[in-house]
């Protein structure tokens, strides 16, 4: 059931949902969320099982402020301190060692916990009247059956499960601002590691932290928004240099009917049929957007979809990250 997020008794009710174990999706600033009471391991065994998540993936605990951090942390280390000062509120998720015996099912039973404070009125009012009914963190992942396309609208949510689950209540707040989702840091060794970029750049969150990132290791905690093959469109994705998709183009002629190119140049002499979007010029554009157009291209019925390969610049890391899972999933 789709609620006006901007009302106070949405709010409300959403709350007494979340503490009373039921399932609430909610927007923030990156994607929308699908949560439930993060200490309550029934409630969170809910979302793995409407979502289809595997197992031993864990969920970002979302928390109103860094207080509420300290319920799930052992120890917050000073490189997580750094960060959380530098980016929370904000699009930024920290790895850190978790309190014993607190949110077991929502780490899938890791050692570590995943802990965000979103930057979004809507998922700051619903922490904040969770809070006063005694529940200290939400867990929740992206709002999209797993292994899919996130959900940056409420419609969005709606349509990955709505079928499946016509009571849960989804919280709108129209589309989301950045649109992909938080970069996650693993802070809980004595070098950062970036298990997943967002559009917070490498640089941003080397100076906040004052010392250069790590590539995630054989070791590395499992992330499911770090497997080679996710947020899938239902066509498949093959990303293309321009000059490739020109002439790839130019090749399939008129025979390109379940065809779909997104790319920021516009490839001259596109044959009829081919549904052709416009990647925009700047990052955070196509970062806001992709999602809803993976989607929209998607509800086309295309078989494949041709993307013209992003910029290489740090600023496109998220994006190009994002895709570059994309096309592996077919
Ligand atoms: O922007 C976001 O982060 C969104 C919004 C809703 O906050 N959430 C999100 O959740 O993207 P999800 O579950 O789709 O992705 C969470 C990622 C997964 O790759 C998960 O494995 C990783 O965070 N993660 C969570 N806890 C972890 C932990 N303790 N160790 C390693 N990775 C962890
Ligand atoms: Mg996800």
């Known amino acids: 059931m ?8 949405s709010i409300a009710r959403a709350a007494d949902a979340l503490a009373a174990g039921e399932l609430v999706a909610f927007p923030t600033e990156t994607v929308y969320g699908l949560g439930a009471r993060a200490d309550d391991d029934a409630a969170v065994a809910k979302i793995f099982a409407l979502k289809g998540r595997p197992a031993g993936h864990p969920l970002i605990v979302h928390v109103d402020g860094r207080a509420h951090a300290d319920r799930f942390a052992a120890a917050l280390p000073p490189l997580a301190e750094r960060l959380i000062d530098a980016f929370w509120p904000g699009p930024l998720t920290v790895i850190v060692a978790r309190a014993s015996g607190v949110a077991g099912a929502a780490a899938a039973g890791q050692p570590t916990i995943g802990l965000r404070c979103p930057a979004h009125p809507v998922a700051h009012a619903l922490l904040a009247a969770a809070a006063e009914r005694g529940v200290a963190g939400v867990a929740a992942p992206s709002a999209n059956r797993f292994g899919r396309v996130s959900a940056t609208s409420a419609m969005h949510v709606i349509e990955e499960f709505g079928a499946d ?16 989702e938080s970069a996650i840091v693993d802070c809980s060794t004595d070098t950062p590691v970036l298990l997943r970029p967002g559009m917070l750049t490498r640089e941003q969150i080397e100076s906040a ?29 093959r990303i293309m240099e321009s000059g490739m998709l020109r002439t790839a183009l130019q090749v399939l002629g008129s025979d390109s009917l379940k065809l779909a190119v997104y790319s920021r140049s516009i490839p001259s002499g596109l044959a009829p049929g081919v549904v052709h ?13 992709l999602f809803a157009v993976l989607r929209e291209l998607d509800r086309h019925g295309v078989a494949l979809i041709w993307v013209e390969e992003p910029p290489s610049g740090p600023e496109w890391e998220g994006v190009r990250d994002r895709l570059r899972r994309a096309a592996a999933a077919a």
């Open 2 to 9: 789709l609620l006006d997020g901007l009302a106070p008794a």
């Open 277 to 289: 979007r416009r990647m925009p010029a700047r990052p955070e554009q196509a970062a806001h957007e």
């Open 209 to 237: 932290a004052g010392m250069p990132l790590a590539e995630p290791g054989i070791g590395a905690p499992r992330a499911p928004g770090t497997l080679a093959a996710h947020y899938a469109p239902r066509a498949r994705l």
């Open 165 to 180: 689950a016509t009571d849960l209540l989804v919280l709108d707040g129209g589309a989301t601002r950045i649109g992909i």
